[in-house]
């Protein structure tokens, strides 16, 4: 039975354009399946996990209360929370389910959810291995809550849907931009306001796409991607959570902007503001993105890299300890992930249509060490 209702969904999201068409097109075939009153999706870092743009509001208003719910979500203690439904091995949940039929038991509910006049959730990640490309949140005002059938739906569309996500994903050439400029610094008081802004921060910001925001004083939104960077640093200062607070946004021109925060001190070691800064992917930043648009494995993007700088088969070999055969064999799969046959087409698609900056003589990947390749000649 779940079969063709995910054929159903699927079959729409694939006549989506965009990432936000893929929201859009997805949660309308779901609701004709799933009733559910409003919505929200969101994509999100695969690497943090945080929101990122695009945000698809649905039947929510103007969307002015998104500050707060993921304010909520992220400061406090709430019932199956994003990040641990992106390490569950159900990744969806309903909120009357988890809680027993008492909603009221996680905190989310109570500041929020049930004033807004909202009966119950149903909340997923869109997840491909341990990558989170977004996640999704479907609200009903009434009526039965959802069900065990529904979150399997759910949770059955979230391979599917990030696949689909992720190859919007890839870096596009033509406006791409990698270190070099000034970043961009904003400060941000315990309530969430931008209180202090140069520049380059100011012109950054006026280059991310739509999207619910938080304003300021100084004539400035903050973007919620923007805003829920620096409420994780908040949560990480606070010892809620060990992630990183860093998020990267595609900018309407079409490259990659990292937003990166961190909560300063005050006097006598009391929070302080916290500190976000703005500026292009760098390409450590650009690498972390590539690798997951085009599904490669830490092994694989390290291969590759070294193949971009002009590496054999056998330096690669010896730069990375490994054998010559291994090589050919993480070489085939990336030609697959990348739809190429040649060295030249890989380093075409993956790197020079992309942009990106020479590639630093070190290379480090999460969970392996630091790789110097030498010279091809």
Same mark, same amino acid.
């Given at each position: 039975m779940t079969g063709p209702r995910l054929a159903r969904v699927l079959s729409a999201a694939d006549r989506a354009g965009d990432p936000l068409g893929v929201f859009g097109r997805a949660s309308s075939?779901?609701?004709?399946?799933?009733?559910?009153?409003a919505a929200v999706w969101a994509a999100t870092d695969p690497e943090t996990g945080l929101i990122t743009a695009p945000m698809l509001v649905e039947n929510l208003g103007s969307g002015?209360?998104?500050?707060?719910?993921?304010?909520?979500?992220?400061?406090?203690?709430?019932v199956v929370p994003f990040r641990d439904l992106a390490r569950a091995a159900v990744p969806a949940a309903g909120l009357s389910a988890a809680t027993g039929g008492l909603p009221a038991r996680s905190a989310r509910f109570r500041s929020l959810l049930g004033r807004q006049g909202v009966a119950d959730e149903l909340r997923g990640v869109?997840?491909?291995?341990?990558r989170p490309w977004a996640v999704v949140s479907l609200f009903r005002n009434g009526g039965a809550?959802?069900?065990?059938?529904?979150?399997?739906?759910?949770?059955?569309l979230s391979a599917p849907l990030a696949a689909r996500l992720r190859r919007f994903s890839r870096p596009a050439g033509g406006g791409g931009r990698t270190g070099g400029a000034a970043p961009g610094l904003v400060l941000v008081d315990a309530s969430g306001e931008a209180t202090s802004v140069n520049d380059e921060a100011r012109r950054y910001l006026a $280059?991310? +796409?739509?999207?619910?925001? *938080?304003?300021?004083?100084?004539?400035?939104? #903050?973007?919620?991607?923007?805003?829920?960077t620096a409420l994780q640093a908040r949560a990480v200062a606070g010892?809620?959570?060990?992630?990183?607070?860093?998020v990267r946004i595609r900018t309407t021109e079409g490259w990659w902007l990292a937003c990166h925060a961190s909560c300063l001190s005050g006097p006598d070691g009391r929070p302080g503001p916290v500190a976000l800064v703005l500026e292009p992917a760098p390409a450590a930043d650009l690498a972390v993105i590539v690798?997951?648009?085009?599904? $490669?494995? +830490?092994?694989?993007?390290? *291969?590759?890299?070294?193949?971009?700088?002009? #590496?054999?088969t056998a330096e690669i070999a010896a730069a990375l300890v490994i054998?010559?055969?291994?090589?050919?064999?993480?070489?085939?799969?990336?030609?697959?992930?990348?739809?190429?046959?040649?060295?030249?087409?890989?380093?075409?698609?993956?790197?020079?249509e992309h942009y990106w900056p020479d590639l630093p003589a070190a290379v480090r990947l999460p969970g392996d060490r630091t790789v110097r390749a030498r010279s091809a000649s």
């Open positions: 075939a779901l609701r004709r399946l799933v009733p559910f009153d002015e209360g998104c500050a707060d719910y993921w304010r909520s979500e992220l400061l406090e203690e709430n869109l997840r491909t291995g341990d809550p959802f069900g065990p059938a529904d979150a399997e739906l759910l949770a059955g $280059l991310l +796409p739509d999207g619910p925001s *938080v304003p300021s004083a100084l004539g400035v939104r #903050l973007p919620i991607w923007v805003a829920g010892g809620r959570d060990d992630g990183d607070a860093r690798a997951g648009a085009y599904g $490669l494995t +830490p092994r694989e993007l390290q *291969v590759t890299q070294l193949v971009a700088r002009g #590496l054999g054998s010559p055969h291994t090589v050919r064999d993480h070489l085939k799969a990336v030609f697959a992930k990348a739809e190429v046959s040649s060295r030249g087409e890989l380093v075409a698609r993956l790197f020079a």
